[in-house]
């Protein structure tokens, strides 16, 4: 079996207690805390057209990394006018967000179940305040780390500060252990106005994302799970499906229902050949 490696040195494959009935209060495995959850492509069909315009609107290459490329201009102008530009794009392709198959059924489920639920999008807020209106009014999505959220997937920072806001938090031990988490950490605090990195890490402890499952179609989402430390799933389309071999990918569903078979009888991650 490979081992996959995480800069948080879990244990893989990553395993959850069931969720179905008693057996959910009588069992050794861990139990999951949380479920976050990518947005485009994700929770709602993927609106790949967004990125080739976006890609048009700035002039770069498919290679080149959008909200990199914009974080790069050299003066606060020329950031936000491109930003703004991009943000024009989702405006319009947000009128145009279809819901996943199974989305309503897998809310329902993990509401049922008192799951909590988090959001990290590398979206802006309106899309996201769009899509939860329109297809997931009543439930609750806590915290929601969208794109003013910096470093964005796929660094780990953003699930790390979803796992903190949940309480969810490791002690650093000792030094070594200290330097193999500072890169990971790395702005999960301050950007997000929760206090500064350093302090953060002073105090000792940083997020702890281990029971936790990311849900997404990227590599950004799978990357930024491992790194985390969490579970990573990867909702399958025909463009990704590239990803279903990755070594940061823990389980492939077609459908974001077909996670509710698998939290009732307890989430495996599956094991890869070497």
């Not at 861990?30 to 479920?35: A, E, F, I, Y």
């Not at 909200?67 to 201009?73: F, N, T």
């Not at 790194?227 to 569903?253: C, S």
Request: charged letters at 25%.
């Amino acid at each position: 079996m490979r081992r996959f490696l995480s800069t948080m040195t879990q244990p893989f494959p990553k395993r959850f207690a069931p969720l179905k009935g008693a057996t959910a209060e009588h069992h050794d495995l861990p139990k999951l805390k949380g479920v976050i959850f990518d947005v485009d492509g994700t929770l709602c069909q993927p609106q790949n057209h967004m990125f080739t315009q976006m890609r048009h609107v700035l002039q770069i290459p498919k290679s080149v990394d959008i909200l990199e490329h914009i974080y790069a201009l050299p003066t606060p102008s020329q950031r936000e006018s491109a930003m703004e530009s991009i943000r024009a794009i989702e405006r319009v392709s947000m009128t145009q967000q279809v819901a996943q198959p199974g989305l309503t059924e897998l809310m329902t489920y993990l509401d049922g179940r008192n799951i909590r639920k988090g959001i990290c999008t590398r979206n802006f807020e309106q899309p996201v305040t769009h899509l939860l209106t329109k297809f997931l009014a009543g439930s609750v999505f806590h915290p929601v780390v969208t794109r003013d959220f910096r470093p964005p997937k796929p660094d780990p920072a953003g699930l790390l500060f979803i796992a903190r806001s949940w309480g969810l938090t490791r002690r650093v031990e000792g030094e070594g252990d200290e330097r193999a988490v500072r890169e990971v950490v790395c702005e999960e605090s301050v950007r997000s106005g929760e206090g500064e990195k350093e302090g953060a890490l002073g105090r000792g402890e940083v997020g702890d994302a281990s029971g936790l499952i990311m849900v997404g179609d990227s590599i950004d989402d799978m990357t930024a799970g491992r790194r985390a430390g969490a579970a990573t799933v990867l909702l399958v389309n025909d463009v990704n499906r590239h990803l279903a071999d990755h070594e940061h990918t823990d389980l492939v569903i077609e459908r974001l229902d077909e996670l509710v078979h698998v939290l009732d009888r307890g989430f495996v991650g599956r094991e890869i050949p070497q």
